[in-house]
């Protein structure tokens, strides 16, 4: 299989069932969006594995590789906009569990992080600033998600929301296992 196809070549690609838009179609945004935070979280893996203190931040890089996973099911959920592929395609489902698990996650890390009372500023070490960046990128693909036509399944909002706020806490959590101050506002 080529890597190019050359089918993209004038502005447009196809969704799943093969329904050709312009890549500047909303729901290609939107997936783009996902994309995007995937890479993020691709550097955020990379900059935690390069330390050489990588093994204290294991839950967390457990973490991100099924955050990486899921994102690869909410982004075919988001090309498949007549939901043929939902049904038949178990790995490209989001369920309440899975959003459960992020908030587990969240109350588990914030247990052990110092109360937050004020803004912070993004940074910390580079695995940090990077998360925050992921959350700031997570937050632009919800926006761009609630814009699609007809409405997403619930479900792939509470995730994505809850995600960002993961990744906020994850940041805080990395910086504070590395001894990283908070920056306030």
């Known amino acids: 299989m080529k890597i190019y196809t050359r089918t993209g070549d004038g502005g447009e690609t196809s969704l799943f069932g093969g329904t050709r838009v312009s890549k500047s179609d909303p729901r ?3 997936y783009g969006e996902v994309d995007e935070l ?6 955020a893996l990379a900059a935690l594995s390069s330390r050489p203190d990588s093994a204290r931040y294991a839950d967390i890089a ?3 590789l099924q955050i990486q996973r899921d994102l690869f099911a909410l982004g075919a959920r988001l090309a498949d906009p007549s939901e043929k592929m939902a049904a038949r395609v178990t790995k490209a489902a989001l369920h309440d569990a899975d959003v459960e698990r992020l908030e587990q996650l969240i ?7 110092p109360a937050l009372a004020h803004f912070i500023l993004a940074g910390g070490i580079e695995a940090g600033a990077a998360l925050h960046l992921a959350r700031a990128v997570c937050r632009r693909a919800e926006r761009r998600m609630v814009t699609l036509q007809p409405p997403l399944d619930e479900i792939l909002m509470r995730y994505v929301n809850r995600l960002s706020d993961l ?3 994850m940041a805080r959590s990395v910086n504070h296992r590395a001894g990283a101050s908070e920056t306030k506002w």
């Open 107 to 113: 109350d588990r890390l914030e247990a052990d992080l």
């Open 28 to 30: 290609v945004d939107a």
């Open 38 to 43: 995937n890479a993020f979280l691709g550097f």
């Open 167 to 169: 990744l906020f806490v």
């Open 62 to 64: 457990d973490a991100l």
